[in-house]
């Protein structure tokens, strides 16, 4: 359905700003390997020129499936960036959340590598959808993702860095978990106690609450609002 | 004789297919794919120049070259990156990069800037041994 009634405020244009950057960045790295392997190709050609050195077949088949392998990584870049955009133009809907993090996941990918986190997807056990705009739920699930990762830069040199989501079990009530190694001396319910943050939340609906085992947080739904 | 280069980034296949067109190109090229891994090889080899991707996991573009920096003064650094803005290539070059080039970068160019890298490196090299030799006739009395 289209959107006829919202523009993303200041905070979400520097959001969109911020993923548009990394994507780009990712593709100026494959555009890179593509032209290396492009560059030894033409050696290869250069070389075989006078006669001496033929083109080995396995050497150009091994560079050929190198291109591939960038061009595929671009595609599917694209393809998620595409999605991303349009996520702006969509208007209230029933999201599935799993998609968005998923999402979210492969298109912050080097934002999230640079803080040398990896993070990990576990399936839903249900269908966790939540009723929403789709570039705001998008948002949020990024603002997750960054916060753990601020919390992973500042925790012990010990601490595993990674971050696990998953899912709740009751469709009813959604909530999405963003788990990690180590525990916050600010307290997991107000990890999203800024201006912007609790803006965010309310666009969507949702709060934020302890995780009930473990180190981490979950964004629910607010039940009155389904 | 041939550039030493080394040459880090975190992007493996990058690094595969570059150091093999630089030895082709009859360079000896060591790689890294992180910054901290460059700065322990430092310590036990020397190399004419660093070709270094400016965005990387762990430690940043510029910290990196502080360091770098600051361990070998005389290492002359050629900085890669996706976007060069106006604003990163000032800061690094105050640092004290060489150049910077944007990714992709053209291999004849950037192995132009490596052997003029070299030249740099040997000139300032040769005016560190120059002051030396200098400070120590000055102060034995030459």
């Known amino acids: 359905m289209p959107n006829h009634d919202l523009s993303p405020d200041r905070d979400g244009v520097t959001f969109f700003s911020t ?23 033409g050696d290869l050609a ?181 | 004789m041939s550039e030493k280069v080394l040459l880090v980034d975190d992007e493996k296949d990058f690094l595969d297919i570059m150091s093999e067109r630089m030895q082709a190109r009859g360079m000896t090229v060591k790689t890294a794919d992180s910054a901290d891994k460059a700065l322990a090889m430092l310590e036990n080899e020397s190399f004419d120049a660093i070709v270094m991707d400016f965005k990387m996991p762990g430690m940043d573009g510029i910290q990196a070259l502080k360091n770098i920096k600051t361990q070998k003064p005389e290492l002359q650094i050629i900085l890669l990156t996706g976007y060069a803005t106006v604003e990163k290539t000032v800061e690094a070059m105050k640092i004290g990069a060489t150049d910077l080039l944007e990714k992709p970068a053209d291999l004849e160019a950037l192995a132009a800037k490596i052997k003029q890298a070299k030249a740099d490196k040997m000139l300032l090299v040769e005016k560190q041994t120059e002051e030396k030799i200098k400070d120590i006739l000055q102060r034995f009395g030459g």
Request: charged share 25%; net charge neutral.
């Open chain 1, 19 to 41: 993923l548009s950057a990394a994507v780009t960045h990712d593709m100026k790295n494959f555009l890179a390997i593509i032209n290396e392997n492009a560059g030894l190709l």
């Open chain 1, 46 to 226: 250069v070389r075989a020129r006078n006669g001496k050195f033929p083109i080995d077949p396995q050497k150009a088949a091994l560079i050929s499936e190198k291109i591939r392998k960038q061009v595929n990584r671009a595609d599917e870049m694209i393809k998620q960036f595409n999605r991303f955009s349009h996520s702006m133009d969509r208007s209230q809907e029933v999201v599935d959340m799993e998609e968005m993090v998923h999402l979210v996941a492969g298109l912050a990918e080097r934002i999230i590598r640079h803080h040398e986190v990896f993070l990990t997807v576990t399936s839903a056990p249900v269908p966790c959808r939540i009723q929403g705009h789709r570039f705001d739920l998008l948002h949020l699930i990024f603002r997750a993702v960054e916060i753990t990762c601020e919390i992973l830069d500042n925790a012990p040199e010990d601490t595993q860095k990674q971050v696990a989501v998953s899912f709740g079990s009751d469709p009813l009530l959604p909530e999405i978990c963003f788990m990690i190694d180590t525990d916050t001396a600010a307290g997991w319910d107000t990890l999203f106690d800024t201006s912007k943050n609790r803006a965010l939340l309310d666009r969507v609906n949702m709060y934020v609450k302890k995780a009930g085992r473990g180190c981490g947080f979950c964004l629910c739904k607010t039940r009155e609002t389904q």
